[in-house]
């Protein structure tokens, strides 16, 4: 066996689907490359990423995999960098902290409101990915660095967020080739000027931005405040808090918007589910006024649709790898040291043996449904496990609660017929690569009169 196949199958843009294929053929571990291992069963999230024992290694993250300036980042750094930044970045994720974030979100989302109702006015239909794009980016924009993009305002992307979407596919190429000899060298021969430029230019603007974040006097509560004070206390490099910025811009944005956008999708083809969303919101406020981050918590069905969403459609599809540093028990197998692991979201998402109506959109699978009391529920975790697991996964919840809630209480849902398919269109590499989603937004009357 080579890397060829696998790296292949990676910058194809269907590589979850090559994986799922072969844990349908091969079982619940398969060996997808020289030293590269995918597990395929529940129980792998914690026998992988799973918390150890005092004095046990951990799995940690693949050092080839994360390159530049990840080493740095909460999501790349070693167990003892990681454990530091985790402590420190806590603060701006904890309750409290999202409770003071409530007026940045309110506003944002309230903008893409008003927004919606201007562009689909005469029966226009709406391209929806942007604007999902254009609110969470700046969003978390005013969050990290003290100030929006002003994607919404100007109906446009700012050309920080273009580039990420720019080169997703020349990512993918970069990372099939990190497992060769001279991958460094080689990358940068295949590396375009343009690119090269672009990245600069990105890199650019967020040490400016970062900067004027850092010059601010008064205390803020946004993520980068307790960073800030912890560099203060010489306690964070600058260059922690530079790599840290971008990634939690990255992460506090673009995942929350493709999964929206996935789940507008999904309730837009099975109007049943939207129907009896829209009851729910509808049941639980009297006004648009008390939908804010604490209250949507309480939309038990709401959390449903959004959790069965991930489960049809995560937002990174793929593995994000570990490397085991000595030899060790992966349940009841042993794995050598330096053994690359990794759990594909989507195949295991999708495998038929954990989940009955693998590929339906059911919300009351997880409300207890009898029908799917068999279904293996916890093989599904779309922010990981362990001390590792996404440090922003209540605030993305709510987040995407007060989006949706807010979206669906003002519209009605109708696919455009530009989009049918669309989920089957979509091109998978660490992220996925999304098609223009078109709908048509329809003003509910009830709403429109509260108004």
Known sequence: MTQVPFSL???????????????????????????QLSFGYPEAWNDIMGHRKRGQAENGKDPDFWRGDDPYTLVGSNRERHSR??????????????MEQQPVFQRYVNLMIDRLKSASSGDQAVEMTKWLNWATFDMAGDLIFGESFGCLEKSEYHPWVKLLFRHIQGIAVSTALIRYPFADALIKLMTPKSIVRDIQAHNDFTEAQVGKRMAYKNPRPDFMESMIRAHEKDQVSHREILANAHNLIVGSSETTATTLAGTIYLLAVNKPVLTKLYKEIKDSFQTEHEIDLLSVQKLEYMFAVLHEGLRIYPAVPAAIPRKT?????????????????????????????FFRDAESFVPERW?????????????????????????????????????????IWHF???????????????????????????VRLTPRRDSQSEA
């Open 367 to 407: 409300l207890g449904d009898p029908a799917y009391q068999n279904d293996q529920r916890a093989a599904v975790q779309p922010f990981s496990v362990g001390p590792r697991n996404c440090i922003g996964k209540n605030l993305a919840y709510a987040e995407m609660r007060l989006i949706l809630a807010k979206l």
């Open 325 to 353: 540093s000595e030899g060790a028990m992966i349940g009841a197998h042993y794995v050598p040291a330096d053994t690359i692991l990794g759990v594909w979201q989507w195949p295991i998402f999708h495998n038929p043996k």
């Open 412 to 438: 009605d849902v109708d696919l455009d017929p530009r989009s049918e398919g669309w989920l089957e269109r979509n091109t998978a590499f660490l992220l996925w690569e999304k098609p223009e989603l078109w």
């Open 85 to 98: 930044l985790r402590k420190i970045l806590s603060h701006g994720f904890s309750a409290q902290a999202m």
């Open 9 to 35: 199958a990676w910058i194809s843009g269907a590589g979850h689907k090559k994986i799922y294929d072969l844990h349908q053929k091969y079982g619940d571990i398969v060996r997808v490359a020289p030293n």
